[in-house]
């Protein structure tokens, strides 16, 4: 069974950092996809950047390139966001997802498998 725990979330000011991170288990998930999305209030989970596992194809959301970064550790079966300069606009739960694959997906319906989420407030 696929668990994905993420953690790391909390309230910051805007330009502040943060590192989201993903732990996985229940797999071995080097052919494995593995992204973050987002869902603000009263919007739709959106795309935020995703990798493939063991390769080094990556892929970001034009509101978020420069400013995030997206890595995985295999030896600790984690996956990390690492968010810089944030704004009040990134304010949303962030959720970790996985699908089986090599292909990156940039849509929600691709993905197998889901975190409960972080919350991530950034004032002004």
């Known amino acids: 069974q696929v668990q994905l725990v993420e953690s790391g979330g909390g309230l910051v000011q805007a330009g502040d950092s943060l590192r989201l991170s993903c732990a996985a288990s229940?797999?071995?998930?080097?052919?494995?996809?593995m992204g973050w999305f987002r869902e603000a209030p009263g919007k739709e989970r959106e795309f935020v950047a995703a990798?493939?596992?063991?390769?080094?194809?990556?892929s970001y959301a034009d509101s978020v390139k420069g400013r995030l970064a997206i890595s995985a550790d295999n030896a600790k079966n984690a996956v990390y966001l690492q968010m810089n300069t944030l704004k009040p606009e990134d304010t949303a739960i962030y959720y970790c997802?996985?699908?089986?694959?090599?292909?990156?997906?940039?849509?929600?319906?691709?993905?197998?498998?889901w975190g409960q989420g972080t919350q991530v407030t950034v004032s002004s």
């Open positions: 990798k493939t596992w063991d390769g080094g194809t990556t």
């Open positions: 229940g797999r071995t998930f080097s052919s494995y996809t």
């Open positions: 997802a996985a699908r089986r694959g090599s292909t990156l997906y940039l849509e929600t319906a691709a993905y197998d498998y």
